[in-house]
């Protein structure tokens, strides 16, 4: 009996060490594969347009939709040169436009608060080149649902801008006042605090503007209702046209041709 719980001890710790090895030898390539995987080359486009922000930016069809297929929809049907850049790539499925497939290129992170994004702006931006153009939505956005400080977000959000312009001084800012969500959800201390972004995001834009650089507020919440929703704050298409709407009517007047 001795010797047969022997043999099954020593078979245990061969096969336990197997494991481990297996587990080591994962963890090593998957490192390997992420280490060797190619960056995007910077674009050589005119009218390079990083969106920048969260879910909202993100997307995830089929749940809900992102403002950017709208957009470059838009872009596209006026003939517009752009191209939309970031180390993020939409895997999801959309249709053609006048034969062309979708630029699936962004920045935006589902869940990230504004420190997040902060923490990561300098190496994406070392990633993808300067952009000409920065679609920054929903600023603060899950600092606000997350209840995070307040003057914290406003912070995070100001040097976020400052970093944009450190990269590239001629860079053009578009800040989102931000739609609200569903009006069942919306608490009032979300409410508060959706009120209070819209009238700071107008001063960080005034403040922040340079005579390089400008930075624009944009008003995503006059006319937005439950319609445009998928959920509690996302866009269903109604909304995602609605937002993109709004996006493309101010960039006329900013585009090169």
């Known amino acids: 009996m001795t010797v047969i719980k022997s043999q099954k001890l020593i078979v245990l710790n061969i096969i336990r060490t197997l494991a481990r090895i297996t587990f080591i030898t994962f963890l090593l390539i998957s490192c390997s594969s ?21 879910s909202r930016v993100e997307g995830a069809r089929p749940e809900f939709e992102s403002f950017r297929y709208e957009l470059w929809k838009d872009l596209k049907e006026n003939s517009w ?30 869940g990230w608060t504004s420190g997040q994004i902060l923490s990561g702006l300098n190496n994406w931006l070392s990633q ?8 920054f939505s929903s600023p603060g956005g899950n600092d606000i649902l997350e209840s995070l400080d307040y003057n914290q977000m406003i912070l995070n959000i100001v040097e976020i801008i400052n970093t944009l312009q450190a990269n590239n001084p001629n860079v053009t800012i578009v800040i989102e006042q931000p739609a609200p969500g569903n009006s069942n959800f919306m608490t009032t201390e979300f409410t508060n605090a959706f009120n209070q972004i819209q009238q700071d995001v107008l001063a960080i834009a005034n403040e922040q503007s340079t005579a390089t650089s ?9 006319g937005f209702s439950d319609i445009h929703l998928a959920d509690d704050v996302h866009y269903n298409e109604a909304g995602a046209v609605f937002i993109a709407n709004r996006y493309y009517n101010l960039l006329e007047s900013i585009l090169e041709r």
Do not use: C, W
């Open 128 to 135: 993808t080149g300067s952009p000409d153009i920065v679609l």
């Open 34 to 54: 992420d280490d060797d995987s190619e960056t995007k080359p910077p674009s050589l486009s005119i009218n390079k347009i990083m969106p920048l922000g969260a």
């Open 214 to 222: 400008q930075v624009i507020a944009i008003d995503m919440f006059s």
């Open 81 to 110: 040169t752009f191209d939309f850049i970031g180390t993020q790539s939409d895997e999801a499925s959309y249709p053609t436009f006048n034969n062309e497939g979708f630029d699936i290129d962004h920045e935006g992170r589902g």
